[in-house]
């Protein structure tokens, strides 16, 4: 049986350069994939960005509305189709489906990703962050984590060197402990404008460190 897999970490993880590899290793024995990432995610536009460096396009852009498994199920289904017309010989069927930056897609879209795997064979590879900046579970994160057969954290390190396991957002050059829980690098700030996001690994004494010593700000609870 197929199995949803979620494979988790801190930012700066290599997460996408996982997903990555992982395509690669599939197409290199001729089998196919389908690369997807949640339209939300506007950092890389319709790509799949590496922090060293790689890129590729993804198959599939998920709005927080669309039906997961439906949409899939029809590109896989045009790709068989196309490869048919075209005279392709050879299996067509998808190997598996990777998921970038799951952690933004919503639970029901994470219950399809399970529903793909069991019901239509399909493994699927998750990759995503677990919580947000005020050490909140995402949604989506969430749900992978009640229901996935397989987790696996791909760790970093904090600047101090310690396991990261945390993340902290930066805005303006600043620590930031409050705000939506969903906030994407702006395209045309810059690293001193007040409204140019990043984020940064941290382990539990760091963060603490930075917030005062508060793991979950009063507003969030």
């Avoid at 029901?108 to 005020?134: C, E, H, K, N, S």
């Avoid at 990261?164 to 939506?180: E, L, Y």
Wanted: hydrophobic share 45%; glycine share 8%; aromatic share 8%.
């Amino acid at each position: 049986m197929a199995k949803l897999y979620f494979r988790y970490g801190a930012m700066n993880s290599g997460k996408s350069t996982a997903l990555l590899q992982a395509a690669y290793n599939y197409e290199e024995r001729g089998q196919h994939v389908l690369l997807v990432k949640p339209a939300i995610d506007t950092k890389g536009a319709s790509q799949v960005e590496s922090r060293l460096g790689m890129t590729r396009e993804v198959d599939i852009l998920l709005a927080p509305d669309d039906d997961a498994r439906q949409v899939i199920a029809a590109e896989c289904a045009r790709l068989v189709r196309d490869a048919a017309e075209a005279l392709v010989p050879g299996e067509h069927r998808v190997a598996c489906l990777l998921v970038d930056e799951a952690q933004f897609l919503t639970p029901q879209q994470i219950d399809d990703l399970f529903r793909i795997a069991v019901l239509d064979g399909i493994p699927v590879l998750a990759y995503g962050i677990r919580t947000d900046f005020r050490t909140q579970a995402f949604p989506g994160s969430r749900r992978l984590l009640e229901i996935a057969h397989s987790l696996e954290e791909l760790k970093t390190i904090c600047r101090c060197g310690r396991k990261a396991v945390f993340n902290g957002r930066v805005i303006g050059g600043r620590f930031i402990f409050d705000g939506d829980q969903v906030a994407i690098d702006a395209a045309t700030a810059t690293v001193r404008d007040e409204h140019f996001v990043t984020y940064e690994s941290l382990c539990g004494a760091c963060y603490l460190e930075e917030s005062g010593g508060v793991l979950l700000p009063a507003a969030a609870e």
